[in-house]
């Protein structure tokens, strides 16, 4: 008899750990094999925030020659088509933008794939009541990507419209980041359990544009620095910051006193690229940004849920790598 | 008989005497109010910067900004000789809370900033080297208006209503800054005392 219970116990025991190890080896094969997809809009032509057009472009340069995203897996919208933009698939027209991500995305994304969306503009807002559902905004505001092309006028994508066309979209994970004025408006909307969503500012505040003359936007910036960080070889840690007109010389060199990989890990998750971005946004001055992330899909837009325990599970997982 | 003919002198000369008293009133009431608007409530400033110390244009840039008081409200014109049409705007910071500094970053002397297209922000901040701001929103629409001339540049008429009559420190803010020029960062700033 105690023998059987002894023989039961083992059995047991090997059968956890089988378990727990083939739940191990599945998740690994199932990040081993994510496929990376990426739609980066540049909404508006307006001179004031020329760095939206610049911002862009840095992000196409770290997606494709740091993280290896290939080219074709990238959908680059631009408003300006006046300049030949490096990589540039359409002009960031409101059709064109869904178009991108009602069909392109959607038809070509499978369900473990890992999706970057990325908008860089004018922000805009409007009475809650004027579409989509009426109801779902507490401020009783929508908010909206101005769409301000070279032939296409002015349009605006509303948070309505883009909740509607990312629900098409049947992937892993998400990582969609709205930078615009009033940009923490869009959390409520987009906010789902595989999605991570970051936004330079709450849904009632304004964002900066270039304040240090960069030709970047100042949270973009940042943002995308942690991205692309470097570390010399003296281990400096300088950060690259370059002006990308279809050429890789550098002409910013901007240095940090600390580093996005706090753990020191040699990976960055999203939780410290956003955490670097907070330390450093000079859009903060002047009550300006104020920067917002959602990663446990209970659409607030703060590092707490509504328990308040900090939240960052999702975005501390590691994707990107040095 | 008599009575009513001399009754009748009387109102006319009373109503001429009304009329020509109500003249008076509003002429020395103009009078006052010109010499109001032009006498020792407004004042006048030029600067000019060397080509050397602004990379707007290659000739000598001109600012003449005048400040006039209209009984609590402000008005303020800035002329600059710029003749090239570029997106631009003037902004104007005053010392709104007293405390003898314009504070950079600061919501209490909260800048204001006209765009050549007559548009401005709701807000803005102040930046280190004396540019304002440039925010991820269009701009709206403002009351106030920029002429833009070929000959003679642009001309920003602004009004401050009820603004600071009350204030001993008159210190202002102003700045200048041709947007389109991006990392080469073309703007000219001057902060004196209008009063």
């Known amino acids: ?322 | 008989m008599g009575e009513p003919k001399i009754s009748r002198n009387h109102v006319i000369i009373v109503v001429l005497s009304i009329c020509l008293a109500v003249s008076l009133f509003f002429n020395g009431y103009l009078a006052w109010r010109l010499q109001t608007l032009t006498g020792e409530s407004s004042s006048a400033f030029t600067f000019l910067w060397s080509p050397e110390e602004q990379g707007i244009t290659s000739d000598w840039l001109q600012m003449n900004a005048s400040f006039v008081w209209d009984e609590n409200d402000l008005y303020v014109v800035v002329k600059i000789n710029y003749t090239a049409l570029r997106g631009s705007y003037l902004g104007l910071v005053f010392d709104r809370n007293e405390n003898g500094k314009i504070d950079y970053q600061s919501m209490d002397d909260l800048p204001y900033i006209l765009f050549m297209d007559n548009t401005t922000y709701p807000t803005t901040a102040l930046l280190s080297d004396g540019r304002l701001a440039m925010l991820k929103m269009a701009s709206i629409p403002s009351n106030d208006t920029c002429i833009f001339d070929l000959e003679t540049g642009y001309t920003f008429t602004m009004k401050f209503p009820s603004l600071m009559r009350h204030l001993g420190n008159k210190l202002v803010h102003v700045v200048f800054e041709d947007v389109e020029s991006g990392v080469a960062k073309k703007f000219v700033v001057k902060r004196f005392s209008f009063g």
């Not at chain 1, 059968?15 to 994510?34: C, D, E, H, M, R």
């Not at chain 1, 959908?75 to 933008?97: C, F, Q, W």
């Not at chain 1, 009426?134 to 070279?150: H, R, V």
Request: proline share 3%; glycine share 8%; aromatic share 14%.
């Open chain 1, 1 to 322: 008899m105690r023998a059987q219970l002894r023989q039961k116990r083992n059995f047991a025991i090997i059968a956890i750990v089988l378990l727990t190890f083939s739940v191990l080896i599945g998740k690994v094969n199932a990040q081993s094999y994510v496929t990376r997809w990426a739609v980066l809009v540049s909404g508006t032509i307006d001179c004031e925030v020329r760095s939206t057009q610049f911002d862009t472009q840095f992000m196409y340069h770290i997606l494709v020659d740091h993280y290896g995203i290939s080219e074709d897996r990238i959908y680059y919208l631009h408003a300006n088509m006046s300049y030949p933009y490096r990589g540039v698939d359409a002009e960031a027209t409101k059709n064109n933008v869904r178009c991108a991500i009602r069909e392109w995305l959607a038809h070509n994304v499978s369900s473990h794939d890992w999706v970057f969306i990325y908008f860089t503009s004018h922000g805009y807002y409007g009475s809650d009541g004027a579409r989509g559902d009426p109801t779902d905004e507490t401020d009783g505001d929508d908010e909206a990507i101005q769409l301000d092309t070279t032939s296409g006028g002015i349009n605006y994508y509303w948070d309505d419209e883009l909740r509607e066309d990312l629900a098409l979209v049947n992937c892993w994970e998400m990582f969609i980041v709205v930078s615009t004025c009033f940009s923490g408006g869009f959390i409520r909307d987009l906010s789902a359990t595989n999605r991570i969503i970051m936004t330079p500012t709450t849904e009632d505040q304004w964002s900066a544009g270039d304040i240090d003359g960069d030709e970047f936007c100042e949270w973009d910036e940042v943002f995308m620095d942690a991205l692309h960080w470097y570390v010399d070889g003296n281990d400096t840690k300088w950060l690259n910051e370059q002006i990308y007109h279809n050429t890789s010389e550098p002409l910013f060199w901007k240095y940090y006193p600390d580093t996005p990989d706090t753990k020191q890990d040699c990976f960055m998750s999203m939780w410290e690229v956003w955490n670097f971005a907070w330390r450093h946004d000079d859009g903060k001055i002047g009550g300006l940004d104020c920067p917002c992330i959602d990663d446990n899909g209970d659409g607030e837009p703060t590092y707490r849920d509504t328990s308040g325990n900090l939240i960052g599970m999702m975005a501390e997982t590691p994707w990107t790598s040095t």
